[in-house]
């Protein structure tokens, strides 16, 4: 009997668990703009591994899966986009999960559309959510990938830019970032952040 016992305990130390955020803003008057860019990966992640953002919990829309035996919870923070660090620090405590397993998904006006940038940290770039979360975990060292957006045409204000729909041209470009982009994520949950890093970092 206690054979079983260790087994058991052996095998539930084994499993890891994984927090997936997309950043963005809640209302519909934010789903297709560039801000949401984050809450769109997450949909489409949600829609490949066959599960969905349903529950409500700590300000967050929450969905729960398993990946390779691991617990994976995608999440889109639904306090707005300069707050998401209590979403993401009342997840991560809630569920224990360690800052290595955390990814966070956001837009990112230094990088031209079709270019995916992860990194295993650093500072904001000016992306608010980030800084949200940075301010609220106390450290910089969190998974991202940094989906670009371009830099906004003429002398526009990036804040009015960021609100904006992807342009119409522009929409089959858009859907294949946001399906490598969901493929990065899968790839930082089976393989690691480096792996992932490697494969996807870069243009289409």
Known sequence: M??????SSIEQQAMETYLIIGLGNPGREYAE???NAGFMVIDRLGKNLGWGCNKVQNKALVG???????RVILSKPQTYMNLSGQAVSGLMRFYKVPTSNLLVIHDDLD??????RLRPG???GGQKGVASIIEQLGTEQFGRIRFGIDRPPGRMDPKDYVLQPFRKEDAELVIMTLDRAQEAAQSFIREGLER?????NGPI
């Open 2 to 7: 206690n054979l079983f016992r260790r087994k």
């Open 33 to 35: 703009t560039r801000h």
């Open 64 to 70: 729960i899966g398993k990946v390779d035996g691991n």
């Open 111 to 116: 990088l031209p559309l079709g270019t995916l």
């Open 122 to 124: 650093g500072g904001p």
């Open 196 to 200: 992932a890093m490697n494969r996807y």
